[in-house]
């Protein structure tokens, strides 16, 4: 039991991280809008906790990488599904800052957890919900995998970390 759930909690962190790319659907379409009352609470500890730890998610990335991921005292099973979620999370951080360089403003603070601001869909807009629902899906895929205890087999990033556990 424990195996199942320390390999599919980590897969929070991407799920987290990716949810101001949300913020623009959450207001235009129903089933977003119910996922976004369910995790208010999550998004406020986590603008709460990351407002009180100074780097707090940098911090949070160095020790599971160094204290889990290359550990060979931790089963594989947990290390890989760690390994998974961190690898989601650096995508999620790359393509903020990329958005960013196209003109995507940065959604940050209790203003950016209100949904049903602004008009429309421009092109950026677009492309931060497709990067949402990626994200988002393929979390999910991994957590419920590591709950089944099986191996999550996400495109890239399976591969990308395995060979990388080698």
């Known amino acids: 039991m424990q195996l199942r759930i320390f390999g599919g909690l980590p897969y929070l962190l991407p799920m987290i991280a990716v949810l101001p790319f949300g913020m623009g659907m959450f207001g ?4 977003f809008e119910i996922l976004f009352q369910i995790l ?4 406020i500890v986590q603008l709460t906790l990351y407002a009180l730890i100074p780097f707090g998610p940098l911090v949070i990335f160095f020790a599971l990488l160094l204290l889990v991921v290359r550990n060979p005292r931790i089963p594989f099973f947990i290390r890989i599904h760690v390994f ?19 003109g995507l ?4 603070g209790l203003a950016a957890v ?3 601001l602004g008009s429309g869909f421009s092109m950026l807009d677009i492309l931060s919900g497709i990067l949402f629902i990626f994200v988002f899906a393929a979390a999910i895929v991994g957590m419920i995998r590591a709950f089944r205890e099986e191996y999550a087999d996400l495109p890239i990033v399976t591969e990308t970390a395995r060979s990388m556990m080698r």
């Open 28 to 31: 235009q379409l129903k089933p």
């Open 114 to 116: 209100q949904p049903g």
């Open 105 to 108: 403003p940065q959604r940050i």
């Open 84 to 102: 998974q979620a961190l690898l989601l999370d650096i995508f999620v951080v790359i393509c903020g800052y990329a958005l960013a360089l196209l």
């Open 40 to 43: 208010t609470p999550v998004m």
